[in-house]
């Protein structure tokens, strides 16, 4: 008998031993060649932010992914599981000036203390595919990329109104801006400032990516509709209204269709409808339906109209100018509809183009003039909005929508509904909203004074930082030819090594004399650098890409490798990507894909978001010193228990509760796991060469269970994703194979069987519990790697929980058949007879004196 110490389950010994075999053995999580002829499988977690420490977080979504892609590895798939660093940004710049670390070596080091602890948990991940984003290996394609877009207009500069983070002394992209604040500097406001800056026209592919979220039917609906919503089309109409004051009437051709037209719905007063002398005032609408009850016409403070107003006018300039800053004001804390509404009468009036009517012109400070035209009718019999500005300012306020079936009493006002007809409107009363808006575009149309057309929410990508830690913008400034692309033979243009962090504004580029100057390719003058960097969402918009092909120097992929690949099958990450992240690299994909890269129109086949990490009812984080360090778990309770509770404790796409308790009791199960395991190992063995022949020897009820497990778990992986209750369904099945100790101790049960039971149960485990898995399958005697045996199957006939049939005799004499299942005790096969129809009424009004039932043969009923 071997001492206590050997006897018990000591993770702190089998962990470390495989991991050290598991590192001399490189290609056992790596992707096999193009060319090896089998399906493949691409799983993929988002890459973290060297921040130099794990948290349980990034546990939960590893332990999900890597135990995806140890199954798909059984299962026999070509299987591509890789890791990197999405290692440009802030935070490596805010410790150098509080360490006075340069950013790279603080970059560097916590990637080798992450790696580290990647690899103690265990994660499969094939590290001869790393990517770091900081590397210029890797940047300089983020460089080829943007000349690329810049020669086809996709990247491009202009001024415009920025979103500033005092804080970060940098711009934020809109999508950065969370409740007014800066989403790294959650107390900091954000300021509105006026610059020069880098765009992606992600505009450009508006419509596409709106349309192609229908083809992502293996994405959570919720992230569809965000990116739905963030996308933002609406449908609508531009509508000139005419400046009245320009206002006189031409000379208009007799008898056309126009003519006869503007007679019809009496556009009196309208003249040519060439417009070219006229002074217009575009509105946008998506109730055109409504445009007669329009009774003022609202113009954005910055409306160039309302600055020529403005300038004729000193006492209208001024209010102006209070609009102007109020709608700063709103704009800095992020929420401009929340604005407490103001507005402006210029004394101006407009010009309805479908009746001619005269209605005067606002300004107004919740109306932009980025979103648009910057000026909208205000139509407040029908729109919320228009309706307080209306009542607060007494303008009048006009009912031109009726509900079909008008009741006795008149909906108040606002009436909101589309679903009615028009009324108070002409030539157009009793048309249905929807008849009405297509028939008034048309003589928009035909008038030439308006037209049908979509609007986005969407605003093209800001890419330029003012930052050192990011990609340089590979462009050169001549004074001669201007804005001239770095050549192609010229990349990367190198991050200098040493910069002076400070918190000055302004890009700290732009104040190393030997980055900023150069000669200029064109023309061989002198010339500066841009010195913006890129914003670090273009580093992990394409990242995914590179792993496959990740040392290749010539291109950024080579097209075979990603054709081989993409789309990713299944990829794993927080929700909070949703907008950010995930339109970015759809936007990516798909300008990669018109370059000829990929054919791939969207990267991702499959996502899966994970839910938080709760403790003590709130999300881990530094910040409220609830965090619970991976290393400190690994010390304790093993990996596989770290891990394997990860998993266990609430379904992945939930919160998770973090308890501790919880890890210990895996830890105990997973010891209970390895007692019974050893215990039986010898026997195993001893089966290695013989045929496991049907589970003889074993209660049904066992073998039920086992191949309920595998089929229950075979079915998680496919796309349900209920690890938590795959792992208690392995729990139950160890109780199921505990409970028959007493046949395996005593050979009931032939060792094949045992070995069967044992060898399945170690296969079940290993995509959950891979040091336990690695170190059991080898004291079982099986060869090779565990991630290599054949993933078991079920037998369908096996888990079926079968019934069987039962003769119920009463006083000997046989009554009835009835059906139980197979596992039924002696009380539920009582009950059942007693409950049978027949039974009943031959015992009515009787005494049942005595009932035998012998099991899975007779049930005997003694009736007086
Ligand atoms: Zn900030
Ligand atoms: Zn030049």
């Known amino acids: 008998m071997a001492d206590e110490q050997e006897q018990r389950y000591d993770p702190a010994v089998i962990e470390p031993k495989w991991q050290q075999r598991w590192a001399t053995d490189p290609r056992l999580y790596a992707a096999e060649p193009v060319s090896c002829g089998k399906p493949k499988y691409y799983v993929l977690e988002m890459l973290p932010y060297p921040s130099g420490q794990l948290h349980m977080g990034h546990v939960r979504n590893y332990a999900i992914g890597d ?27 805010n410790a150098a000036l509080k360490n006075n670390t340069p950013p790279r070596e603080w970059t560097l080091a916590n990637i080798a203390a992450m790696k580290r602890q990647f690899q103690r948990l265990g994660m499969g991940f094939d590290w001869s595919t790393e990517v770091t984003t900081c590397m210029p290996d890797y940047y300089r394609w983020n460089q080829w990329f943007f000349l690329r877009m810049f020669e086809r207009g996709l990247a491009y500069r202009k001024k415009s109104k920025v979103n500033w983070c005092p804080e970060c002394a940098t711009v934020l992209a809109n999508e950065q801006v969370v409740d007014g604040c ?69 000379n208009r051709e007799q008898g056309t269709e126009l003519d006869e037209l503007i007679v019809k719905v009496g556009l009196q007063g309208l003249d040519d409808g060439s417009g070219e002398s006229r002074t217009r005032i575009r509105v946008f609408t998506t109730r055109v339906d409504t ?65 001619g009517e005269r209605v005067p012109i606002w300004v107004a400070n919740y109306i932009l003039m980025d979103y648009g035209t910057g000026a ?10 228009d309706f307080e500005f209306a009542t607060k300012y007494g303008i009048e306020i006009r009912r031109v929508i009726a509900p079909h079936d ?34 008034l575009q048309q003589i928009a149309e035909l008038g030439a004074f308006g037209k049908g057309t979509v609007t986005f929410r969407l605003r093209d990508w800001g890419v330029s930082r003012q930052r050192y830690w990011g990609t340089p913008i590979p462009i050169i400034h001549c004074e001669r030819d201007g804005l001239v692309p770095v050549p192609d033979d010229q990349l990367p243009v190198l991050l200098p090594p040493q910069v002076e962090i400070t918190q000055q504004g302004g890009s700290p580029l732009a104040r190393i004399p ?34 496959p092909d990740a040392k290749n120097d010539q291109r950024p992929f080579e097209p075979a490798i990603a054709r081989y690949w993409f789309p990713i099958d299944q990829y794993i990450g927080g929700v909070e990507h949703a907008i950010l992240h995930l339109i970015y690299s759809r936007f990516w994909t798909k300008v990669m894909r018109d370059l000829g890269l990929i054919e791939n129109d969207e990267p991702v086949r499959r996502l899966f978001t994970q839910g938080m990490v709760i403790k003590d009812g709130a999300k881990m984080s530094k910040s409220r010193g609830n965090v619970v360090s991976p290393d400190d778990m690994i010390a304790r309770f093993g990996a596989d228990a770290a891990r394997m509770y990860a998993l266990f404790a609430a379904p992945p796409d939930r919160d998770l509760d973090w308890q501790e308790d919880g890890v210990a009791g895996v830890s105990r199960f997973l010891a209970r796991v390895w007692r019974l395991a050893t215990k039986y190992a010898p026997v195993a063995r001893s089966a290695r060469n013989q045929e496991a022949e049907p589970l003889s020897g074993t209660s049904p009820k066992l073998v039920r269970k086992l191949h309920q497990t595998i089929a229950k778990i075979t079915h998680d992986f496919e796309g349900r994703w209920h690890f938590n209750t795959c792992v ?6 160890v109780n199921e194979i505990q409970a028959a100790d007493a046949q395996l101790a005593s050979g009931e049960v ?12 170690v296969l079940l485990l290993a995509p959950f519990a891979p040091y336990l898995a690695a170190e059991l399958w080898e004291e079982l005697g099986e060869e090779g790697s565990v991630l290599r045996a054949s993933w078991p199957v079920s037998n369908p006939a096996l888990a079926k929980e079968d019934e069987i049939e039962i003769p119920v005799q009463i006083n000997g004499k046989l009554v009835a058949v009835i059906r139980v299942s197979a596992g039924a005790t002696p009380a539920q096969i009582e009950a059942a007879a007693l409950g049978d129809e027949k039974v009943r009424s031959r015992t009515a009004g009787k005494t049942i004196v005595k009932v035998i039932v012998v099991p899975g043969k007779t049930v005997n009923l003694v009736v007086k």
């Not at 739905?228 to 004051?245: Q, T």
């Not at 208690?728 to 099945?733: C, G, K």
């Open 750 to 761: 032939p060792a094949p069987v045992i070995r069967e039971l044992l060898r399945t149960l």
């Open 376 to 385: 909208i009718m205000s139509v407040p019999g029908h729109d919320a909005r």
């Open 406 to 439: 008008p009741g006795p009493q008149e909906p108040p006002l606002p009436f909101l509904s589309e679903d009615g007809v028009l009324v108070n409107s002409g030539e157009f009363d009793g048309l249905t909203c929807s008849d009405a808006q297509r028939k």
């Open 67 to 93: 135990a995806l892609a140890r199954h798909m590895w059984m299962r026999g798939y070509n299987v591509l599981h890789p890791m990197g660093w999405d290692a440009f940004g802030l935070p490596a710049e």
């Open 728 to 733: 208690a369904a392995i729990m139950e099945l």
């Open 182 to 250: 800066c989403w790294r500097h959650e107390d900091t406001l954000v300021e509105q400032r006026d610059l020069v800056q880098w765009f992606f026209r992600i505009t450009a592919y508006a419509q596409e990516l709106l349309d192609d979220l229908s083809k992502l039917d293996g994405w959570p609906e919720k992230v569809r509709t965000m990116q739905r919503n963030w996308i933002g089309r609406s449908e609508g109409a531009e509508v000139d209204f005419f400046l009245a004051e320009i206002e006189g009437i031409g």
């Open 291 to 355: 445009i007669f009850g329009a009774t003022s016409v609202q113009l954005a403070p910055e409306h160039p109209l309302v600055t020529a107003f403005g300038a004729q006018d000193a006492g209208l300039k001024a209010q102006i100018a209070e609009l102007i800053e109020e709608q700063k004001k709103a704009r800095e804390a992020g929420d401009v509809g929340a604005i407490e509404k103001h507005g402006v009468p210029t004394g101006r009036f407009a010009i309805n183009p479908y009746n």
């Open 514 to 547: 030997e980055f900023l100057s150069t000669t200029c390719p064109r023309c061989g003058g002198p010339a500066q650098r841009e010195t913006d960097t890129m914003d670090t969402f273009v580093d992990s918009s394409w990242y995914f890409y590179r792993y």
